[in-house]
Protein backbone atom coordinates (compact mmCIF):
# COMPACT_ATOMS: atom_id res chain seq x y z
CA UNK A 1 0.00 0.00 0.00
CA UNK A 2 1.76 3.28 -0.84
CA UNK A 3 2.25 6.00 1.73
CA UNK A 4 2.97 9.54 1.41
CA UNK A 5 4.83 9.82 4.91
CA UNK A 6 7.88 11.39 4.27
CA UNK A 7 10.55 9.28 6.05
CA UNK A 8 14.36 9.63 5.60
CA UNK A 9 17.42 7.24 5.82
CA UNK A 10 20.14 6.56 8.29
CA UNK A 11 22.36 9.09 6.30
CA UNK A 12 19.67 11.34 5.83
CA UNK A 13 18.97 11.57 9.57
CA UNK A 14 22.03 12.24 10.55
CA UNK A 15 22.85 15.04 8.44
CA UNK A 16 19.61 16.87 10.02
CA UNK A 17 20.92 15.92 13.58
CA UNK A 18 24.17 16.99 12.68
CA UNK A 19 26.05 13.81 13.64
CA UNK A 20 27.49 10.92 11.51
CA UNK A 21 25.63 7.82 11.03
CA UNK A 22 27.20 5.59 13.41
CA UNK A 23 25.71 7.65 16.12
CA UNK A 24 22.18 7.33 14.81
CA UNK A 25 23.08 3.17 14.63
CA UNK A 26 24.14 3.68 18.59
CA UNK A 27 21.03 5.63 19.70
CA UNK A 28 18.42 3.36 17.90
CA UNK A 29 20.31 0.47 19.34
CA UNK A 30 20.10 2.33 22.31
CA UNK A 31 16.22 2.85 22.37
CA UNK A 32 16.87 6.85 22.38
CA UNK A 33 16.02 7.45 18.95
CA UNK A 34 12.94 5.59 17.11
CA UNK A 35 12.91 4.51 13.80
CA UNK A 36 10.93 1.74 11.18
CA UNK A 37 12.66 -0.81 10.00
CA UNK A 38 12.09 -2.34 6.62
CA UNK A 39 12.16 -6.13 5.52
CA UNK A 40 15.63 -5.72 4.46
CA UNK A 41 16.64 -4.26 8.09
CA UNK A 42 17.03 -1.07 6.85
CA UNK A 43 16.43 2.40 9.56
CA UNK A 44 13.61 4.59 8.15
CA UNK A 45 12.95 7.89 10.50
CA UNK A 46 9.98 9.86 9.82
CA UNK A 47 9.59 13.57 10.91
CA UNK A 48 8.01 12.79 14.71
CA UNK A 49 10.77 10.47 15.17
CA UNK A 50 13.48 13.09 15.24
CA UNK A 51 11.44 16.05 16.68
CA UNK A 52 10.52 13.46 19.70
CA UNK A 53 14.32 12.35 19.98
CA UNK A 54 15.32 16.25 20.31
CA UNK A 55 12.31 16.25 22.87
CA UNK A 56 13.64 14.05 25.22
CA UNK A 57 17.33 15.16 24.19
CA UNK A 58 17.42 18.88 24.71
CA UNK A 59 21.08 18.68 25.83
CA UNK A 60 21.99 16.86 22.69
CA UNK A 61 20.59 19.68 20.75
CA UNK A 62 23.87 21.58 19.91
CA UNK A 63 24.31 23.75 16.85
CA UNK A 64 24.67 21.58 14.31
CA UNK A 65 25.82 21.57 10.32
CA UNK A 66 23.12 23.96 9.46
CA UNK A 67 21.44 25.74 13.04
CA UNK A 68 20.06 24.69 16.30
CA UNK A 69 17.14 22.58 16.58
CA UNK A 70 13.99 23.21 18.61
CA UNK A 71 11.07 21.68 16.89
CA UNK A 72 9.24 20.34 14.07
CA UNK A 73 9.87 23.61 12.16
CA UNK A 74 13.03 23.43 12.42
CA UNK A 75 13.88 20.12 11.70
CA UNK A 76 11.37 20.40 8.19
CA UNK A 77 13.76 23.73 6.83
CA UNK A 78 16.94 21.56 7.89
CA UNK A 79 15.82 18.97 5.63
CA UNK A 80 14.38 21.23 2.77
CA UNK A 81 17.54 22.82 3.07
CA UNK A 82 19.90 19.81 2.66
CA UNK A 83 17.39 18.83 -0.23
CA UNK A 84 18.03 22.04 -1.87
CA UNK A 85 14.32 22.48 -2.51
CA UNK A 86 13.93 26.24 -3.40
CA UNK A 87 10.06 25.51 -4.11
CA UNK A 88 9.22 24.95 -0.56
CA UNK A 89 11.51 27.55 1.34
CA UNK A 90 9.76 30.54 -1.28
CA UNK A 91 6.73 29.42 -0.07
CA UNK A 92 7.50 28.98 3.35
CA UNK A 93 9.72 32.74 3.81
CA UNK A 94 7.24 34.39 2.01
CA UNK A 95 4.82 33.13 4.76
CA UNK A 96 7.10 34.01 7.27
CA UNK A 97 8.06 37.74 5.38
CA UNK A 98 3.93 38.63 5.69
CA UNK A 99 3.88 37.54 9.64
CA UNK A 100 6.64 39.60 10.24
CA UNK A 101 8.99 36.81 11.36
CA UNK A 102 12.67 37.52 11.16
CA UNK A 103 14.25 35.33 13.09
CA UNK A 104 12.48 32.44 11.17
CA UNK A 105 13.77 33.87 8.06
CA UNK A 106 17.08 34.87 8.85
CA UNK A 107 17.01 31.00 10.13
CA UNK A 108 16.67 29.90 6.51
CA UNK A 109 19.29 32.57 5.05
CA UNK A 110 21.83 31.13 7.51
CA UNK A 111 20.95 27.47 7.04
CA UNK A 112 21.85 28.03 3.23
CA UNK A 113 24.64 29.88 3.74
CA UNK A 114 26.24 27.40 6.05
CA UNK A 115 25.02 25.02 3.86
CA UNK A 116 27.21 26.12 1.14
CA UNK A 117 25.17 27.47 -1.03
CA UNK A 118 26.34 30.52 -2.98
CA UNK A 119 24.92 34.22 -1.82
CA UNK A 120 23.90 34.65 -5.42
CA UNK A 121 22.33 31.57 -5.66
CA UNK A 122 20.14 32.61 -2.85
CA UNK A 123 19.28 35.50 -3.92
CA UNK A 124 18.19 34.24 -7.23
CA UNK A 125 16.42 31.76 -6.36
CA UNK A 126 14.56 32.58 -2.52
CA UNK A 127 14.84 36.80 -2.23
CA UNK A 128 14.45 37.57 -5.67
CA UNK A 129 11.14 35.42 -6.32
CA UNK A 130 9.44 36.26 -2.84
CA UNK A 131 10.14 40.34 -3.82
CA UNK A 132 8.36 39.74 -7.10
CA UNK A 133 5.69 37.89 -5.26
CA UNK A 134 5.14 40.47 -3.09
CA UNK A 135 4.92 43.22 -6.00
CA UNK A 136 2.24 41.64 -7.37
CA UNK A 137 0.04 40.76 -4.61
CA UNK A 138 0.45 44.18 -4.02
CA UNK A 139 -0.16 45.45 -7.37
CA UNK A 140 -3.30 43.10 -7.72
CA UNK A 141 -4.93 44.58 -4.59
CA UNK A 142 -4.31 41.43 -3.11
CA UNK A 143 -2.32 43.54 -0.02
CA UNK A 144 -1.82 46.77 1.25
CA UNK A 145 0.10 48.93 0.42
CA UNK A 146 1.46 49.15 4.51
CA UNK A 147 1.23 44.75 4.13
CA UNK A 148 3.79 45.05 1.47
CA UNK A 149 5.88 47.58 3.40
CA UNK A 150 6.17 44.91 6.39
CA UNK A 151 6.88 42.07 4.40
CA UNK A 152 9.49 43.80 2.30
CA UNK A 153 10.94 45.55 5.13
CA UNK A 154 11.31 41.82 7.07
CA UNK A 155 13.18 40.07 4.87
CA UNK A 156 15.75 42.79 4.36
CA UNK A 157 16.32 43.47 8.09
CA UNK A 158 16.61 39.36 7.88
CA UNK A 159 18.92 39.56 4.84
CA UNK A 160 21.26 42.08 6.34
CA UNK A 161 21.83 40.34 9.51
CA UNK A 162 23.34 37.53 7.51
CA UNK A 163 25.97 39.77 6.76
CA UNK A 164 27.40 39.07 10.28
CA UNK A 165 27.85 35.48 9.46
CA UNK A 166 29.73 36.26 5.73
CA UNK A 167 33.01 35.16 5.08
CA UNK A 168 34.98 37.95 4.46
CA UNK A 169 38.39 37.46 2.88
CA UNK A 170 41.14 39.98 4.75
CA UNK A 171 42.86 40.79 1.41
CA UNK A 172 41.32 43.33 -0.61
CA UNK A 173 40.75 43.38 -4.34
CA UNK A 174 39.16 46.50 -4.51
CA UNK A 175 36.59 49.30 -4.00
CA UNK A 176 33.25 49.14 -4.76
CA UNK A 177 30.21 51.91 -5.02
CA UNK A 178 27.02 50.95 -5.03
CA UNK A 179 24.35 53.72 -5.30
CA UNK A 180 21.00 54.24 -6.26
CA UNK A 181 19.69 57.62 -8.18
CA UNK A 182 18.18 60.64 -6.18
CA UNK A 183 14.52 58.89 -6.69
CA UNK A 184 15.07 54.92 -6.05
CA UNK A 185 12.85 53.91 -3.28
CA UNK A 186 14.43 50.57 -3.03
CA UNK A 187 17.87 49.45 -2.17
CA UNK A 188 17.51 45.85 -1.44
CA UNK A 189 19.17 44.45 -4.57
CA UNK A 190 22.08 47.14 -3.86
CA UNK A 191 22.43 45.42 -0.71
CA UNK A 192 22.57 41.97 -1.95
CA UNK A 193 25.45 43.58 -4.41
CA UNK A 194 26.92 44.57 -1.14
CA UNK A 195 26.63 41.34 0.12
CA UNK A 196 28.39 39.63 -2.77
CA UNK A 197 30.60 41.83 -3.39
CA UNK A 198 32.07 41.92 -0.11
CA UNK A 199 32.35 38.10 -0.13
CA UNK A 200 34.21 38.61 -2.98
CA UNK A 201 36.84 40.99 -0.80
CA UNK A 202 35.69 44.18 -2.17
CA UNK A 203 35.95 47.17 0.06
CA UNK A 204 31.89 47.58 -0.09
CA UNK A 205 31.31 51.92 -0.22
CA UNK A 206 27.60 51.32 0.39
CA UNK A 207 24.72 54.71 -0.43
CA UNK A 208 21.42 52.92 -0.65
CA UNK A 209 18.51 54.47 -1.59
CA UNK A 210 18.14 58.09 -2.57
CA UNK A 211 21.59 59.37 -3.55
CA UNK A 212 21.40 62.70 -4.93
CA UNK A 213 24.94 62.99 -6.91
CA UNK A 214 25.57 66.67 -5.49
CA UNK A 215 29.26 66.61 -4.78
CA UNK A 216 29.78 63.13 -5.80
CA UNK A 217 32.73 63.54 -7.46
CA UNK A 218 34.49 64.25 -3.54
CA UNK A 219 34.09 60.55 -3.03
CA UNK A 220 35.53 59.47 -5.69
CA UNK A 221 38.40 62.15 -4.76
CA UNK A 222 38.82 60.78 -1.33
CA UNK A 223 37.91 57.06 -1.76
CA UNK A 224 38.71 55.67 -4.92
CA UNK A 225 36.41 53.38 -6.32
CA UNK A 226 37.04 50.88 -8.85
CA UNK A 227 33.81 49.86 -9.15
CA UNK A 228 30.54 51.52 -9.57
CA UNK A 229 26.92 50.25 -9.12
CA UNK A 230 23.54 51.55 -9.68
CA UNK A 231 20.86 50.00 -8.75
CA UNK A 232 17.50 51.26 -10.32
CA UNK A 233 14.19 49.44 -10.06
CA UNK A 234 11.70 51.89 -11.16
CA UNK A 235 12.02 55.05 -12.90
CA UNK A 236 9.40 58.40 -13.06
CA UNK A 237 11.11 61.03 -14.57
CA UNK A 238 13.31 59.86 -17.24
CA UNK A 239 14.48 63.04 -17.83
CA UNK A 240 16.64 64.03 -15.29
CA UNK A 241 17.21 60.53 -13.68
CA UNK A 242 18.82 60.49 -17.68
CA UNK A 243 21.15 63.15 -16.73
CA UNK A 244 21.92 62.24 -13.58
CA UNK A 245 22.95 58.98 -15.17
CA UNK A 246 25.39 60.71 -17.24
CA UNK A 247 26.97 62.79 -15.13
CA UNK A 248 27.76 59.61 -12.90
CA UNK A 249 29.13 57.58 -15.80
CA UNK A 250 31.03 60.56 -16.77
CA UNK A 251 32.71 61.18 -13.42
CA UNK A 252 33.40 57.30 -13.37
CA UNK A 253 34.97 57.18 -16.45
CA UNK A 254 36.79 60.38 -15.20
CA UNK A 255 38.47 58.01 -12.62
CA UNK A 256 39.01 55.55 -14.58
CA UNK A 257 36.36 53.36 -12.76
CA UNK A 258 34.22 50.44 -13.80
CA UNK A 259 30.30 51.08 -13.91
CA UNK A 260 27.69 47.95 -13.90
CA UNK A 261 24.06 48.91 -13.97
CA UNK A 262 20.89 46.55 -13.02
CA UNK A 263 17.49 46.48 -12.63
CA UNK A 264 14.26 47.44 -14.31
CA UNK A 265 14.33 50.85 -14.58
CA UNK A 266 17.76 50.76 -16.92
CA UNK A 267 15.15 50.30 -19.79
CA UNK A 268 13.95 53.40 -19.34
CA UNK A 269 17.40 55.14 -20.09
CA UNK A 270 20.17 54.73 -22.65
CA UNK A 271 23.02 53.21 -21.37
CA UNK A 272 25.44 53.06 -23.52
CA UNK A 273 27.94 55.57 -22.04
CA UNK A 274 31.45 55.60 -21.31
CA UNK A 275 32.57 53.65 -18.20
CA UNK A 276 29.56 51.12 -18.59
CA UNK A 277 31.32 47.83 -18.53
CA UNK A 278 28.20 45.52 -18.01
CA UNK A 279 24.30 45.51 -17.50
CA UNK A 280 23.71 42.71 -14.58
CA UNK A 281 20.54 40.77 -14.88
CA UNK A 282 21.09 38.41 -12.25
CA UNK A 283 22.95 38.50 -8.76
CA UNK A 284 24.93 35.07 -10.25
CA UNK A 285 26.05 38.52 -12.63
CA UNK A 286 27.85 39.92 -9.91
CA UNK A 287 29.27 37.39 -8.53
CA UNK A 288 31.29 36.62 -12.36
CA UNK A 289 32.11 40.12 -13.26
Known amino acids: MATDIQTFNSQEAAKILGVNV ?29 SGFLKQNKKKNSRVNL ?57 DRLITPIMYRIGERWQQNE ?59 FKVLFSGQITPILK ?4 FDKLRPDRVYISSTYIGDVETTQKEFDELCRISDAYGADVFIGGGGFDSLITDRPGVVKRLHSFRDVATY
Open 67 to 123: FPLENETDLKISHYILRGDFEYLTDFVEDQAFACNRDQIQQVLNGLYLGQYPLHEIF
Open 143 to 201: IAISEEHLASQTIRDSMIRLQGIIRVPRRKTGTALCLSFSTELHDMALKMIDHILESRG
Open 216 to 219: IENV
Open 22 to 50: STIKRWTEEGKLECVKTAGGHRKFMMQHL
